[in-house]
């Protein structure tokens, strides 16, 4: 079954985030969705490790093991996106992480994952995410192959403006549901909590 | 000014936890304090750059930059301690993030910073926090140079069993004071919040 093509129009609230400030997107650690789309095929899977590694320009890393189709596409395209899920994306989440799309070859539609590509993004994205970061292979034969290791530079970057605004999280301010998550283990996550200054 | 000796004893709370949980400790993307001797200097930093890189035996990342000390220390010993702050230590974690002991040489003695190194230990580890990764470097020169990119084999893990225990974290159980931190920028935290099953 195919699923429906990306939306090609940016969701409600959602709006672009300065490249300088993009690592603050991923600064705090949040499990995130790794999509990535090569010859008509588009994929999304969960990752609970993915970080930043540098400020400007903004790069990330991300751990993608052999077993799964994203990759494929990872390396295929030279193109991925990191995208953090809300609280009430937290069963979506876990259902991303479990499926594979080697088993289940209509995981996006058995699920009915949402996504968005606006005009001059290569990947697309789903929709729904607190924060989105659209990035750019830069290859390491060694690091992809002994470690599972990807590096990507930030190319472009967006956020939900309800809970990202002036370069910080505002997760006090909105609904909780909207909080980023942090995968424990076995479908357990936390919830981004409250802000403190220290 | 010498900073005081580590206590040789595990402080109270202090529990091994399994190799095969270590990951756990974590998973959910905290802030870390890095820690590291060699050659009777040890030193502590703060980073937000830490993160999963395998199960079993567990490895980690850590972005660490040219300019500290506690990377000399880190390459010339070839080991290092990952260790997660408490909300009660945000303050803390802020000053150990500023301060550099390039600059400040007494940093750890100016913040009084309490250190334990139980028997068989090689790395001091900071007293207080919530949980402690103690790892062997593998050395990787590329990523080094070119990404200011360590990766580690943990080689033991422990945890305050207040707030970890059966290999899950257990904060909604204890203080909040103890709840693990995740920097966003400039000294600004979000704390671990709520469990939640996705």
Redesign the interface.
Request: aromatic share 10%; glycine share 12%; proline share 2%.
């Given at each position: 079954m195919t699923h429906r093509p990306p939306d090609l129009t940016l969701p409600d609230h959602v709006a672009p985030v300065a490249l300088d400030k993009a690592y603050?997107l991923l600064?705090?650690?949040?499990?995130v969705l790794v999509s990535a789309t090569h010859g008509g095929h588009t994929n999304v899977m969960a990752a609970?490790?993915?970080?930043?590694?540098?400020f400007t320009p903004p790069?990330v890393?991300v751990?993608i093991d052999k077993a799964t189709a994203t990759r494929r596409l990872v390396e295929a395209s030279g193109q991925f996106a990191l995208q953090l899920p809300t609280?009430a994306?937290?069963?979506?989440?876990?259902a991303l992480g479990t499926d594979s799309a080697m088993q289940v070859p209509d995981k996006l539609h058995k699920h009915a994952v949402p996504l968005f590509q606006p005009p001059g993004c290569e990947v697309p994205m789903v929709t729904g995410c607190a924060g989105w970061l659209v990035c750019r292979l830069i290859p390491?034969e060694?690091?992809q192959q002994v470690?599972?290791?990807f590096?990507g530079e930030v190319t472009s970057a967006w956020a939900d403006a309800r809970v990202f605004e002036n370069?910080?999280?505002q997760?006090d301010q909105a609904p909780d549901a909207l909080?980023t998550?942090?995968?424990?283990?076995g479908?357990?996550?936390?919830?981004?909590?409250?802000?403190?200054?220290?």
């Open positions: 603050r600064n705090h650690g949040p499990t609970a490790w993915a970080c930043v590694l540098d790069k890393t751990v609280a994306m937290a069963s979506l989440t876990t390491e060694r690091n470690y599972d290791l590096i370069g910080r999280w997760f909080r998550i942090h995968h424990v283990a479908g357990h996550y936390l919830v981004s909590g409250k802000g403190i200054q220290g």
